[in-house]
């Protein structure tokens, strides 16, 4: 099996960082993983296509966003909520498949979380340009639940705020294969991504790929 590193990919594979009291980044976390991680998410793409969202204001959104689980967040006219059913295909969101969940678990443990089981993991899809503005994630319903975020492909930096739109905002590069968990006193953090540099990398071409698995319900 492929160890899923690819030239440019985080110099810092193996070490970890506390962003926050209970915010952590793992960096490289996900590599060993990779080779399966990658045909699981282009099945679950095939059935549930990215595609860009309108925020509750009438905007398209930059990212492509799509999901499994038995939950996936959706945006349109009348605001942000999960679903157990995709609205462009009318069927279920594709399943979690195990390789995601036990990576979930096994990340979110490290960081303080343990028995984390998402039932939701929302897919994003950045290309050169685009962007995710500063926002914090309050639709799930239990906010003692983690969140973890899982990072391939082309290179990102993360804005990482505090508890207040207006706090100071830190500037976190994240890189394939890098995994960040995040819960507790920092579940409410502002968040949100500077728009993504044009760039190659050998397995998603020039797109980077973001998965952040919730518990929802
Ligand atoms: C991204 N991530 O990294 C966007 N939200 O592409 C998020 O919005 C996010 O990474 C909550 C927790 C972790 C995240
Ligand atoms: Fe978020």
New binding site residues.
Partial sequence: MSHGLFEGDTPLAGTRSWLGEQALLLRGFALPRVAVLWPALQAVLAQAPPRHMLTPGGQRMS?ALSNCGALGWVSDGRGYRYTPIDPDSGQAWPALPHAFVDLARTAAAEAGFEGFVPDACLI?R?RPGTR?SL?Q?RDERDFSQP?V?V?LGVP?T?LWGGRRRADRVERVP?FHGDV?V?GGVDRLRF???APVRAAAHALTSDE?I?F?FRRAA
């Fill in positions: 990212v994003n950045y995710l926002h994630d969140i975020s990072s990102a993360f994240l960040l995040w968040h949100g991504v980077r973001n952040t």
